[in-house]
């Protein structure tokens, strides 16, 4: 299986840009559909992003179509996701998930391997 850990998550104010990671190990990145979630206190968790095995497709939530750029880096075994013109509501741990699908679903259960998640907090 492969493992995931996510980095780049902090403190930022509204208006701001930040740069998730998403670090693979155990298995070529380039095997997966990659995917990003987020759960804010409360909620359940919910689709952000997903990108194809070889970058050439995406998808994106609609309330970070936009702002949020998703994209992957097979030769380092990464994905990213460049969020731009945060605002407090995408306040939320985001979590890395690679699937062994072929589709490029919003929902959770398409989704077999998780990371520990980042928290990403956007102040007004």
């Known amino acids: 299986q492969v493992q995931l850990v996510e980095s780049g998550g902090g403190l930022v104010q509204a208006g701001d840009s930040l740069r998730l990671s998403c670090a693979a190990s155990?298995?070529?990145?380039?095997?997966?559909?990659t995917g990003w979630f987020r759960q804010a206190p409360g909620k359940e968790r919910e689709f952000v992003a997903a990108?194809?095995?070889?970058?050439?497709?995406?998808r994106y939530a609609d309330p970070v179509k936009g702002r949020f750029t998703i994209s992957r880096d097979n030769a380092k075994n990464t994905v990213n996701l460049l969020m731009n013109s945060l605002k407090p509501e995408d306040t939320a741990v985001y979590y890395c998930?690679?699937?062994?699908?072929?589709?490029?679903?919003?929902?959770?259960?398409?989704?077999?391997?998780w990371g520990q998640g980042t928290q990403v907090t956007v102040s007004s």
């Open positions: 155990g298995r070529t990145l380039s095997s997966y559909i």
């Open positions: 998930a690679a699937s062994s699908g072929f589709l490029l679903l919003e929902r959770l259960p398409q989704y077999d391997y």
């Open positions: 990108i194809s095995r070889n970058g050439g497709s995406t």
